[in-house]
T-cell receptor, first 115, second 113 residues
């Protein structure tokens, strides 16, 4: 069974540009969430989608957005990139709410460097 | 306000001994807890979880203990192996929080041969 797949794995962008990251969840999983990991802030929740609807959102500015498609694949977009957006962006999927037997699984992440 | 805290940034343990990683939380709405292991530049790998209706869950070398009254959980690894060297994150979820996980800052575990 394939895991959570994220593309691209590594990318470099310049300040002011925008970036789109892609995530394919585990087959059969309908919930996809995104996290940002930085050395200073640790792992922080960005947002979560379930059946194409945003179900929850973290404390990030409006430059961070996302969407989910009917096949459960998800994309996140960051516009007007800032140096502080350099981070590992992680996608996670689960069948539904995290409960015993319904674990959240993470992809390997997309490493974004803003220069 | 950090709702999930891992107060030890690092821990060093001899191979074969027990590793104990601790985690405290403040939000009484949390009812599901997970431990993840993470290598640099990779995504977290799920290890073990526990529901708030239990106080212990065991899976092979890994055991998680939950003390709800103290809002404390711990991960025990026994015996510790060199491959266990990684950063361990504690995470918590609330019933009304959908898939949102709140993570601790992580503890870097080093297993010495």
């Amino acid at each position: 069974k394939a895991g959570v797949t994220q593309t691209p794995r590594y990318l470099i962008k310049t300040r002011g540009q925008q970036v789109t990251l892609s995530c394919s969840p585990i087959s059969g999983h309908r919930s996809v969430s995104w996290y940002q990991q930085t050395p200073g802030q640790g792992l922080q929740f960005l947002f979560e989608y379930f059946s194409e609807t945003q179900r929850n959102k973290g404390n990030f500015p409006g430059r961070f957005s996302g969407r989910q498609f009917s096949n459960s694949r998800s994309e996140m977009n960051v516009s007007t990139l800032e140096l502080g957006d350099s981070a590992l962006y992680l996608c996670a999927s689960s069948r539904d709410l995290p409960r015993p037997g319904n674990t959240i699984y993470f992809g390997e992440g997309s490493w974004l460097t803003v220069v | 306000d950090q709702q999930v805290k891992q107060n030890s940034p690092s821990l060093s343990v001899q191979e074969g001994r027990i590793s104990i990683l601790n985690c405290d939380y403040t939000n009484s709405m949390f009812d599901y807890f997970l431990w993840y292991k993470k290598y640099p530049a990779e995504g977290p790998t799920f290890l073990i979880s526990i529901s708030s209706i239990k106080d212990k869950n065991e899976d092979g070398r890994f055991t998680v203990f939950l003390n709800k009254s103290a809002k404390h959980l711990s991960l025990h690894i026994v015996p510790s192996q060199p491959g266990d060297s990684a950063v361990y994150f504690c995470a918590a979820s609330a019933k009304l929080g959908a898939q949102k996980l709140v993570f601790g800052q992580g503890t870097r575990l080093t297993i010495n041969p």
